[in-house]
């Protein structure tokens, strides 16, 4: 089962874990922008790919339909931004478990990503180090003694790791304290973005957190003072919960309207799935709400989404359509033995 459909220790806040390693490759510009400089790239990558390992697989942007090419935005595999400006140029590195997938050709060279359901830092670091370590001895990095790993944005210069969890705080929502959580983490130098990183805004309460710094400072450093910020929020959002409970009938009545909702319309959008789906959640995870497990769950969240529920159905619509065919696809999940 892939990582994203899993649950873990604190999933109840903490949805997932990404490590990303920014590397460019020595002997190459920093910015590609001429045909045969990219071929020359893809070439000493799919060249070495047998002795880097881990089944990856070379697929190019402009092979894919559309549709693939947003579900994989949609698992946050690649970022938006990729798609839109690397459309005819990029390519991925991607393995069968879809827990490590590397772009190729976006602002770096090579941009390295590792992922793990609910809070893993250590564990994903640890995998995340070891693919980049394999891949920096067939390659070749681009790296100065005195600055670290050379990148082509001055602020990923040092390390070159961003490291972020994302967060669902339909709590801390619902008690309107959340923008004072996250402003006080701000002043920590933590980043704050929404669900599909710079410039996109939060979606169903969830939000992703993320350092900033990466030179002089050591990989090890960045996951430890991220874990403490995080292990903050969750204190937070767990305590906005107990407040929440307290009103028992008013928070069931809400999260019941919404599994309602869900386990019986005719049509939905995207948008009001989401915000339905944070109640669902948090009446999944606080024991409220019986009739879905985890996996469910996980399975809603993903399925619901506009390009994963034409890949879930193996057909494509236009968004009437769709909308009509999430719920369907919704109440088919539910129903589930």
């Known amino acids: 089962m892939n990582w994203y459909l899993q649950s873990s220790e604190n999933s109840d806040v903490v949805k997932s874990t990404r490590i990303r390693l920014s590397r460019n490759i020595q002997g190459f510009p920093f910015q590609l922008t001429k045909k045969e400089e990219i071929e020359a ?36 595999l690649i970022s938006p931004d990729f798609v839109l400006h690397k459309n005819d140029t990029g390519s991925i590195l991607i393995n069968d478990e879809e827990n490590i997938c590397i772009m190729i050709g976006n602002e770096d060279h090579l941009e390295l990503q590792v992922f793990n359901c609910g809070l893993d830092l250590e564990n994903t670091l640890n995998l995340a180090i070891e693919v980049d370590e394999k891949i920096g001895k067939e390659l070749g990095y681009s790296i100065s003694q005195k600055y670290g790993y050379l990148t082509s944005c001055p602020n990923n210069v040092g390390t070159a790791l961003r490291a972020s969890v994302m967060v669902h705080l339909p709590a801390l929502s619902k008690t309107k304290n959340t923008k004072k959580v ?6 920590f130098g933590i980043n704050i973005r929404g669900v599909y990183g710079e410039n996109t805004e939060s979606t169903g309460d969830m939000y992703q957190i993320s350092n900033q710094q990466t030179l002089g400072i050591s990989e090890k450093e960045i996951i430890e003072n991220l874990q403490v910020i995080v292990d903050k929020i969750i204190k937070q959002e767990r305590q906005a919960r107990k407040i929440l409970a307290k009103d028992d009938i008013v928070l069931e009545d809400l999260i019941y309207r919404s599994y309602g909702i869900l386990s019986n319309c005719k049509k939905i959008s995207s948008e009001e799935t989401r915000q339905l789906l944070s109640n669902i959640k948090l009446g999944t995870d606080l024991g409220i709400l019986k009739e879905l497990t985890d996996l469910k769950v996980q399975k809603l969240y993903l399925y619901t989404k506009p390009a994963n529920l034409q890949k879930y159905v193996g057909e494509q619509y236009e968004p009437i359509e769709r909308d009509i065919k999430r719920a369907e696809v919704i109440q088919s999940i539910i129903k589930e033995k």
């Open 182 to 187: 996250l402003d006080a983490i701000r002043n």
């Open 41 to 76: 790239l893809n070439t000493k990558i799919k060249d070495h790919l047998y002795q880097i390992g881990y089944d990856l697989k070379f697929l190019q942007l402009k092979d894919m339909d559309d549709v693939t090419k947003m579900s994989l935005v949609e698992k946050n």
